[in-house]
């Protein structure tokens, strides 16, 4: 007896959970089922749609302008600029306030933690105050336990991109941390809490303490960015806190990982996909597959009948009638390589790569490596295809950075490539399976 | 540079498994290094410890797994004292996506830490391997249960546990049963009833020719604490027509393994392979009611344990409703049934997580009619076993424990639901809440009307003819020489002798004959 649904997603990051909730728009029982925490914990949270076009020109003002004129088998292309914007629709109806961005198709700008200045399409509501757009003079605020963010130096690179403002960086002792190496979700959870802290004379409240220091260093400034650790639970309520005792606008520098903001976007998913009744399953690998000629003529003749799960030792049939493959890049493990060869693990559908391994590289570090854009290959309906450019199988689309074509890294597309794959991947997932 | 701006996508895993090298109880000679040079610093685990995000002090799994095993190749370093601090919730296992066996590293540096580095005559040591050879403290008390239970609710007792053992005075020891579920299983007549039984559904069923069998792995707790949890397993399991056999048991180790006694563990190990193995040989599967107990011999086992048949255990060993959802039409069976069990708060254990067993409780049991659930989230319950019991991190675990409690009072629920004993205990400290086990509702959806059942609700006169006759039956077999297996029960548990007398032992806790 295999545990059924209607639609199989493969892959809990930011693709996987937005083709989850797609298909479940359309009135079917899916189930979605991912191995380990996906790269969201990595990423900034931000949802960067095109920051710079595949040549490099950019940062672009408008990343719908550039979509049109995109090589043919980059993902966006595949599903078309309608379907990124439906899917940017969809994104804002999920993230609710949580997100600022919406109703514009122009790139936001935002100041990073090194000081650098992102082109970026949706980001936190606690990013928004810190926009480069805004003229009005910014202090942020480091701690030293957290080398990371190394505020007066981010200071000095904003300053030298020709930002609008004066930005002015000081470094603080963070109350109640004493650890070199404490956890961002220990900042997280003390400032969440409110946590009594010990600030050498006696103990005050956590975000007092925080405020009260902070406060000693305002020259006029009429807002104050700190790296992203500004509670998890409770970011909201941390944020408005802060404000309310500094007196001016609080806002968060988006950095790397681990990030709070991602896992915070992550949250929010997950609720929605609670919401919409989304079975989800975790901490177990899709490991393989069973077929079935399906009787239909053509070429596209195969079906996935079941995939199996490994549930520590033992695999378990998971049956549905159309499955979404969104397991993500070389990091999320959806492609993986050895010293022969690049493939897709499940389903050993035809991932596109020089024989020779030398070739995967190029010289330069910070070259265009043709790794960084390895993946399957897909029709415009997601549907991934083999080496003849033949459907691998009828009822399996693939989304995010499990596809081939792009390099998010460069082009800054994050994001918004697993969004808008994810959902064309699930819509169509899931009215296929209606009739 | 901000990542920000230009992630790190520079790791290319190889599709070649890492594989350590098992050499127990050399547990240092283990070679854990491939698996360190898997991780790429991403900080995923990090951020999932739940320790690390109440505890300033804890330096995180990261560096516990890999770069703890990195330092102990370059340089003779020691295993680090903060070790101790880790819970073994597993949650950083779950997290990496590199697979790093972080659990497994920390679970040898742990061993390594008491072997080398604690006393052997610290009070620490003792209270540790008091609280993790939880069996043998059960076994005792529950000999002589209600007077146990007087003593341990005494406030003499909790100063003395507290001052002197170093076990949290705040916690409240549970309760033991009047009667364990080993001598329920052997009043009620062993695996003669339960095949009989099972036959009888089969034939009921019209599966007559199937042959089905599962071997129940019922660990500590619900042998001593909550039999009504396996006497669930039981009916519900006998309802689809499977036959029940209780092997020869001892702990599955995890208290052991959380506390870096790995010879304990191991010891327990030596017995539950060759005795499951055995099961498995003829013909039946292993199923757990406890989630860390299913982690453990699926898991942990073979990480650690070169014993012949662990591969064998790990692979054909189930949780409970897991095993149903994937053999039978379990919603399909459930479909029209009825159980009043409204007002559901569910919390996850984190090692059901580990093994993709989150969110099966709510999807099956509110294919129930009368039963509403609601999850309450993904935090930690804080209490990881005895983890939660040690004085110095009672703190630590209530810390963590806290968003738990909020999320369970913020639920519609007023009863809890969870497959973990401990989860289960810290649901309760922290909330005083009723906690149900998923396999009770299921029991009361399907299986309403057995007499057992019906006896176990409303407490009502106990069939003594039918009793007798039953009793009759059991010693008549065991005169005979009985079955293998309840020669093999004999030796696991004296406990068990209790009941040859034939009498009952106390009245009204032994069950009326099957009727049906
Ligand atoms: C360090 C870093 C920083 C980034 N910063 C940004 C940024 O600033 N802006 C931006 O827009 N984008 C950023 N990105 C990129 C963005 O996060 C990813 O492109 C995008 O989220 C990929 O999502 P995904 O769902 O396709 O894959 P992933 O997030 O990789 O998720 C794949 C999921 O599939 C699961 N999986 C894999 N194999 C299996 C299997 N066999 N069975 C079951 N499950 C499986 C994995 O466990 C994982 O959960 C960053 C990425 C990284 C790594
Ligand atoms: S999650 Fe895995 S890869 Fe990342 S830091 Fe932890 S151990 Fe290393
Ligand atoms: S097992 Fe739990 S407590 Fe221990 S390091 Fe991992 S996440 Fe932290």
Known sequence: ????????????????????????????????????????????????????????????????????????????????????????????????????????????????SSGAIKPTARYPAGVAPGVASDPSDALLVGFETLPEFDAPLAAAHLEDTGAPFEARGVTLSFPGIRRDDAKVTRYAHLLDRDEAVDIGRGETFARAALAAIVRDQLEGESRVGFPPILGDD?????????????????????????????MRLEDRLYDALEDAGVRVTTGVPVVDYEGVESGRSGSNSRRIEHVLVDRKGQDVPYRADEYVLATGGLVGKGVRSDRERVFEPIFDCHVEASPDRYDWFDGDAFGDHPFARFGVTVDRELRPLDAEGDLEFANLRAAGAVLSGYDFAAEKSGSGVSLATGFVAGDRAGSEVRG | MSDAERPTDDHVPGDDEFDPIEVFPEADEMDLRPGADNCYKCSTCDTNCPVAEVDDEFPGPKFQGPEQWRLKRQSDQDVDASIMKCSNCMRCDHACPSEVPLSQMHNSA???????????????????????????????????????????????????????????????????????????????????????????????????????????????????????????????????????????????GTPMFANGMLDDARRAADTNVPELAAAIEDGADVIASCTSCSMSLRQEYPELFDIDGVDDVSSNTWEGLEYLRVHEDLEGELAGTRADVPNLAYHTPCHARNQGLDGQAIEVLTTIDGVEAQDVGESCSGISGTYGWKEEHYETSMQIGEEMF???????????????????????????????????????????????????????????????????????????????????????????HEDRTGRPDREGQNEPSGAN
Request: hydrophobic content about 35%; charged content about 30%.
């Open chain 1, 234 to 262: 409770n970011h909201a309520t941390v944020r408005r806190d802060l404000e309310e005792r500094l007196g001016v606008d609080v806002f968060e520098v988006p950095s790397g990982p681990p990030s709070l903001p991602g």
């Open chain 2, 110 to 252: 742990r061993g390594e830490y008491v072997e080398e580095r604690m006393s052997k005559r610290s009070l620490e040591y003792w209270r540790n391997r008091l609280l993790s050879n939880y069996r043998l403290m059960a076994h005792l008390g529950s000999k002589v249960p209600r007077l146990t239970n007087f003593v341990m609710g005494l406030t003499l007792t909790s100063v003395f546990n507290e001052k002197v053992l170093g076990i949290a005075g705040e916690r409240e020891f549970p309760e033991f049963a009047t009667e364990t579920f080993r001598e329920w299983w052997r009043a009620r007549g062993g695996h003669e009833v339960s095949r009989e039984r099972a036959e009888a559904a089969r034939d009921r069923r019209g599966e007559s020719g199937a042959d089905k069998k599962i071997a129940y792995f019922h660990g500590c707790y619900s042998n001593y604490n909550t039999p009504e949890v396996g006497k669930a397993l039981v009916r519900v399991y006998e309802h689809f027509g499977y036959e029940v056999v209780v092997p020869e048991q001892r702990c599955s």
């Open chain 2, 406 to 496: 909020e999320h369970m009072e913020r639920a519609d629920g007023d009863t809890g639901l969870t497959e973990c004993p401990t989860c289960a205990m810290q649901m309760e400290h922290g909330t005083g809440y009723e906690i149900k086990h998923p396999l009770e509702v299921l029991e009361a959806a399907l299986v309403p009307d057995s007499p057992e059942t019906a006896r176990a609700t409303t407490d009502g006169g106990v069939d003594e003819v039918g009793e007798a006759g039953r009793r009759d039956e059991v010693r008549g077999s065991d005169r005979e020489g009985g079955t293998d297996e309840a020669d093999r029960e004999d030796r696991t548990d004296e406990a068990d």
């Open chain 1, 1 to 112: 007896m295999a545990i059924t649904d209607d639609v199989f997603v493969i892959g809990g990051g930011l693709a996987g959970a937005t083709a989850a909730l797609a298909a479940a728009e359309r009135g079917v029982q899916v189930r979605l089922l991912s191995y380990k925490q996906s790269t969201l914990r990595h990423a900034s949270g931000l949802i960067d749609v095109l920051g710079y076009a595949p040549d490099g020109q950019g940062p672009l003002a408008d990343p719908f302008d550039a979509l049109e004129s995109l090589p043919v088998g980059h993902p966006y292309e595949r599903v078309g600029g309608d379907s990124v914007r439906e899917a940017l629709l969809f994104f804002d109806a999920i993230a609710g306030d949580t997100y600022a961005g919406e109703h514009t198709d122009a790139n936001a700008l935002v100041p990073t």
